[in-house]
């Protein structure tokens, strides 16, 4: 049995219950939410606005875990039903927890 051990693994700043209530926290200043060029691109393709995606960030439920992306951020999906649809939003922090980054919504 070859024991190893993972590298490269970067400690979830934070537990998961502190994280989401950053999340929402920051989420109460739109200044401090910053959407990509892939979310803008996928809201207009899809018809969600912007009051969906800062509820779904505000009161949604969390859809998928916080979890490390291939680039080392931390990210999570939330979910909320916003005048009947359902709106899905994947997050994260930025690496100093001061800002929002909304990186696709479906």
């Known amino acids: 049995m070859i024991n190893k051990k993972p590298q490269n693994v970067v400690k979830l700043p934070g537990n998961r219950h502190t994280?989401?209530?950053?999340?929402?926290?920051?989420?109460k200043n739109s200044s401090k939410v910053f959407f990509s060029a892939h979310a803008e691109q996928?809201?207009?393709?899809?018809?969600?606005?912007?009051t969906q995606v800062?509820?779904?960030?505000?009161?949604?439920?969390?859809?998928?875990?916080?979890?490390?992306?291939?680039?080392?951020?931390?990210?999570?999906?939330?979910?909320h039903i916003h005048a009947g649809d359902d709106v899905h939003v994947v997050s994260a922090l930025d690496s100093d927890c001061k800002f929002v980054v909304i990186i696709t919504t479906f």
């Open 42 to 50: 996928q809201m207009h393709d899809r018809n969600i606005t912007r």
């Open 19 to 27: 994280m989401l209530t950053t999340l929402r926290d920051l989420a």
């Open 54 to 79: 800062m509820e779904c960030i505000r009161i949604g439920t969390v859809f998928e875990e916080w979890h490390q992306d291939i680039h080392g951020g931390w990210r999570c999906t939330l979910q």
